[in-house]
């Protein structure tokens, strides 16, 4: 089983982008920190960046993360989330306390 699955594109205006309902329709825990982490960094880069719907969530020992359609948006979304997401995932799978620090 994967901890963290990652969807690339969808979460737009247009008619078509329902990524973030579809992944809210599966998960039963919001993670609303790591959306909020990515839209703010990525506001210094671009203030469409507030456009962006993305969600993650949980479902069971998964952490299901929606990310920017473009190659580059993803790039730059990683490296905002990387450090703190590996932690999250030890968390999550058992492996680390919510008390351990950097």
């Known amino acids: 089983m994967a901890n963290v699955l990652f969807t690339t594109g969808g979460?737009?205006?247009?008619?078509?982008d329902v990524t973030p309902e579809a992944?809210?329709?599966?998960?039963?825990?919001?993670?609303?920190?790591?959306p909020e982490a990515m839209r703010a960094a990525s506001m210094q880069i671009t203030?469409?960046?507030?456009?962006?719907?993305?969600?993650?969530?949980?479902?069971?020992?998964?952490?299901?993360?929606n990310m920017p359609g473009s190659p580059k948006?993803?790039?730059?979304?990683?490296?905002?989330?990387?450090?703190?997401?590996r932690h999250g995932?030890?968390?999550l799978i058992g492996d680390a306390s919510e008390c351990a620090r950097k």
């Open 47 to 65: 203030d469409k960046a507030m456009l962006s719907r993305a969600y993650a969530g949980i479902r069971k020992n998964t952490l299901v993360i």
């Open 73 to 85: 948006a993803v790039k730059e979304s990683l490296e905002v989330i990387i450090e703190p997401l």
């Open 11 to 16: 979460t737009g205006f247009s008619q078509r």
């Open 23 to 34: 992944t809210k329709a599966v998960c039963h825990r919001d993670v609303p920190g790591i």
């Open 89 to 91: 995932i030890e968390i």
